[in-house]
């Protein structure tokens, strides 16, 4: 696959998709309490999501690995676009568990496709600032999805934004259609030979007729795996925290009105949007990714330091803008690192592993914040917040220092 040709279908593709998971996010309690059903099954309903997405990585890579990143994307976007359309006309609790299952499966199975193709296609050189422009893009759907959703939501039916969000799916497919694919890599019976010493070669560089030889680290890849497995479980975990408890936070500590919280969330997405592909590129040229890892998780420690200290609106959103920055600079590199490290043919497979492993933090660090509320406060769920971000700093600290110790 052309990289180069197809990232506008990429970005494209998406923002879509990331556009009309924000559509819904803030609708689908309420379209579901129309129901009728109890409180406990909706809390059934909204964990399949999780599981879904805890489940769908493995599946994905193997997917992706078969059939290809076209079919792949293509196969993902039609799982969506079922979903989205089956919530819009269901009615039955069991149905809706379904289809929220299947949705975290597709959800997971876009990120991984779509890391995957930019890991695969790209080198050292770019994945950064490609991977810069796919989280750019995720942050123009988040910022533009609540606001259609909830225009939509004065003036018509709950089912309606559902429909639009199956048309957005559809809309995806489309431009997946039109993706170019070039003839896969020929084997070579010397590839086993090119990774000698910890040292890889891209195969697809191989095919264009350059050379990009990866740095090479002590660690092996099952120690590779555990590491990249944990930091973004870590990093996970603490984006589910914040998304799950700073809008009680932002109300019952802070007093704000729903419509200043909502404005936060956007302000952090705009500023991802504008700051990702930049940072992207900075990523490249530094070649130290794992330092603006680190970088970004201290950004979002800052960014849940000013809400602790203050409630300022003003101040509380320049937090957000150094958060959204921070998120940029963890997300572009962290994938485009896992690129240039992992060998071409278990990229796909490292990558689905590690999403469907941080995927579990977003299950069990809400429920680690619950206690800590019962038990303290909303102030005490931000401070776990913080220790899970410190954590993961120091895990990308001990990473670094193995891969620089190696290449020194």
Not at 86 to 114: H, P
Not at 281 to 302: A, E, K, T, V
Request: proline share 4%; net charge neutral; hydrophobic share 50%.
């Amino acid at each position: 696959m052309d990289i180069r040709r197809n990232l506008p279908l990429l970005i494209t593709i998406c923002f879509l998709s990331q556009m009309g998971g924000f559509m819904i996010l803030p609708l689908f309690p309420l379209f579901i309490e129309e129901f009728g059903l109890s409180a406990w099954m909706m809390g059934v309903i909204f964990a399949l999501f999780y599981v879904g997405k805890v489940i769908g990585g493995i599946p994905a890579a193997a997917i992706y690995k078969k059939l290809g990143g076209k079919r792949a994307l293509i196969l993902m976007l039609l799982l969506l676009a079922v979903c989205m359309g089956g919530f819009a006309v269901s009615t039955a609790a069991v149905l809706f568990g379904l289809l929220r299952l299947l949705q975290g499966l597709a959800s997971t199975g876009l990120t991984v496709v779509v890391r995957s193709i930019i890991g695969d296609g790209g080198n050292a050189d770019n994945r950064g600032l490609y991977n810069g422009y796919i989280s750019s893009s995720e942050g123009g759907g988040m910022v533009l999805g609540p606001v259609i959703s909830g225009w939509l939501a004065l003036h018509w039916p709950l089912s309606v934004p559902f429909l639009l969000v199956t048309l957005c799916c559809l809309m995806a497919v489309v431009a997946a259609m039109g993706m170019k694919m070039t003839a896969p890599p020929l084997p070579s019976t010397t590839s086993g030979a090119l990774h000698r010493q910890g040292t890889g070669i891209s195969q697809s560089n191989q095919a264009s007729g350059s050379i990009t030889i990866s740095p090479t680290t002590e660690l092996t890849q099952r120690q590779q795996l555990l590491g990249y497995g944990t930091v973004h479980f870590l990093e996970m975990s603490a984006y589910a925290v914040f998304l799950t408890y700073f809008a009680l936070y932002a109300a019952h500590i802070m007093h704000w009105d729903p419509f200043a919280t909502s404005l936060a969330f956007t302000v952090s997405g705009i500023s991802t949007l504008a700051s990702a592909p930049f940072v992207g590129y900075l990523s490249d040229r530094m070649g130290d990714r794992l330092l603006l890892c680190m970088l970004g998780m201290f950004l979002i420690g800052i960014e849940v330091a000013v809400f602790l200290s203050t409630s300022s609106h003003l101040w509380v959103y320049v937090g957000m803008l150094i958060g959204g920055v921070g998120g940029a600079c963890y997300m572009d590199s962290f994938f485009a690192h896992v690129g240039d490290h992992i060998p071409d043919e278990s990229r796909s497979s490292v990558i689905g592993k590690i999403v469907s492993a941080a995927e579990i933090g977003s299950i069990v660090s809400p429920l680690v914040a619950a206690l800590l509320m019962e038990v303290g406060s909303l102030y005490s769920v931000f401070v776990f917040n913080l220790v899970l971000i410190a954590v993961a700093i120091a895990v990308q600290g001990v990473m670094r220092s193995r891969y620089r110790l190696k290449e020194g």
